[in-house]
């Protein structure tokens, strides 16, 4: 089983433009999660989504949008990319809410110049 | 969702343990101690939970005050692969609200030969 997998794993944009990035999962999880790591911080959470056909905002989901068309995928997009959008992107999962553990992806590394 | 406090940075030697400190002075009834790590560069990796119990598992064990205010994570043998960065969060049944885990600053622990 590969879990959770990110695509791309490291982009290079110009201010403007749009890009989807891809997180997969194989264990068949609920929940699914983006979140944003800017250099010496915590993760905050953009977007989640806790069932196939819904998203719902996290605490910075300004300039971005969700899509949970499949379980198993959870699409970000960002469509007129800042710089203030550079950042580690990352992908978790859960079996659901409640005290269930999150599994995250490798990451997606975003540079907007 | 409880705040939580952590010293910034700590060092361990190679083979000793690694105790954690965490404060959450304001932790509720319910509210759950979870512990991540994120080894350089890597997704956050689930460590353990606790809510009153202390815990134990392969990776480390939780120990809570009885007055639940602050707990201690130790990594009972140290290895230079538990450098990382160690998020200690507090938050309800399920990291918090719809799964959402608060990542603060956490402690950058390194260890050392």
């Known amino acids: 089983n590969a879990g959770v997998t990110q695509t791309p794993k490291f982009r290079v944009l110009k201010t403007g433009q749009s890009m989807t990035l891809l997180c997969a999962q194989d264990?068949?999880?609920?929940?699914m999660y983006w979140y944003r790591q800017d250099p010496g911080m915590g993760l905050r959470l953009i977007h989640y989504?806790?069932?196939?056909?819904?998203?719902a905002k996290g605490e910075v989901p300004d300039g971005y949008n969700v899509s949970r068309l499949k379980k198993q995928n959870f699409l970000l997009g960002l469509e007129s990319a800042a710089p203030s959008q550079t950042s580690v992107y990352f992908c978790a999962t859960s079996r659901k809410g409640g005290k269930e553990t999150q599994y995250f992806g490798p990451g997606t590394r975003l540079l907007v110049l | 969702d409880a705040k939580t406090t952590q010293p910034p940075s700590m060092d361990c030697a190679e083979g000793r343990a690694a105790n954690l400190p965490c404060n959450h002075s304001t932790i509720s009834g319910n509210e759950y101690v979870y512990w991540y790590r994120q080894i350089h560069s890597q997704g956050p990796q689930y460590i353990i939970h606790g809510l009153k119990n202390n815990e134990t598992n392969e990776m480390a064990s939780l120990i809570i005050t009885e007055d639940r205010k602050s707990s201690t994570l130790i990594l009972p043998h140290a290895t230079l692969r538990d450098t990382a960065v160690y998020y200690c969060?507090?938050?309800?049944?399920?990291?918090?609200?719809?799964?959402?885990?608060?990542f603060g600053q956490g402690t950058i622990l390194t260890v050392h030969p």
């Open positions: 989504s806790v069932g196939e056909g819904t998203t």
């Open positions: 969060i507090v938050g309800l049944a399920g990291g918090t609200s719809y799964g959402k885990l608060t």
């Open positions: 264990m068949n999880h609920e929940y």
